[in-house]
T-cell receptor, first 114, second 118 residues
């Protein structure tokens, strides 16, 4: 039962253009959503997060949008740079069994072409 | 701030032996640490949650007698893969959550440990 889904396993974008990575979830109890960037053989690096009570959060080139009614969030990267090429995971936080846990999506591999 | 280290970064062991992986929070105290496993081209799967001074809570399907977790202090958690088999080969990642000065839902990830069992 995949509660957090990233349906696009890969995405290629031209440098300077916008990258849009999508994530869908099923559990309405998720209270926080996060995006992580990951390079091979490294741990994930936190990028940006959004509370379930907001619909947008912006940090530099990164903006996360949340549509609660659709149970959908997206990460926009503008402008995309070659250094953004990595695997991006969305994660959802839920408070259960006395602690916050993260449920990760399957990841989207972004390739930014120079 | 919020640096998490793992040691070793990679290890090769023979089938049947045990391997210990350390996870340390270097500049903050982590009351809760998490252990994840990632298979190639797959998501990070939460294996267990460990709280300092208490027994770890394992996710469904994770053998607690095979994956021993000890959270001995506020800066150290260890994962021991006992009697390792080739199917245990994977990328193991820990994360730590701090409370003081950090929002309670944020986790900081270590760089991961690549385990290969031959």
């Amino acid at each position: 039962d995949q509660q957090v889904k990233q349906n696009s396993p890969s995405l290629s974008v031209q440098e300077g253009r916008i990258s849009i990575l999508n994530c869908d979830y099923t559990n309405s109890m998720f209270d926080y959503f996060l995006w992580y960037k990951k390079y091979p053989a490294e741990g994930p690096t936190f990028l940006i997060s959004i509370s379930s009570i907001k619909d947008k959060n912006e940090d530099g080139r990164f903006t996360v949008f949340l549509n609660k009614s659709a149970k959908h969030l997206s990460l926009h990267i503008v402008p995309s740079q070659p250094g953004d090429s990595a695997v991006y995971f969305c994660a959802a936080s839920v408070y259960t069994s006395g602690t916050y846990k993260y449920i990760f999506g399957t990841g989207t591999r972004l390739k930014v072409l120079a | 701030g919020a640096v998490v280290s793992q040691h070793p970064s990679w290890v090769i062991c023979k089938s049947g032996t045990s391997v210990k992986i350390e996870c340390r929070s270097l500049d903050f105290q982590a009351t809760t640490m998490f252990w994840y496993r990632q298979f190639p081209k797959q998501s990070l799967m939460l294996m267990a949650t460990s709280n300092e001074g208490s027994k770890a809570t394992y996710e469904q399907g994770v053998e607690k007698d095979k994956f021993l977790i000890n959270h001995a202090s506020l800066t150290l958690s260890t994962l021991t893969v006992t009697s390792a088999h080739p199917e245990d080969s994977s990328f193991y990642i820990c994360s730590a959550r701090a409370y003081e000065g950090h929002r309670s839902y944020e986790q900081y990830f270590g760089p991961g440990t690549r385990l290969t069992v031959t």
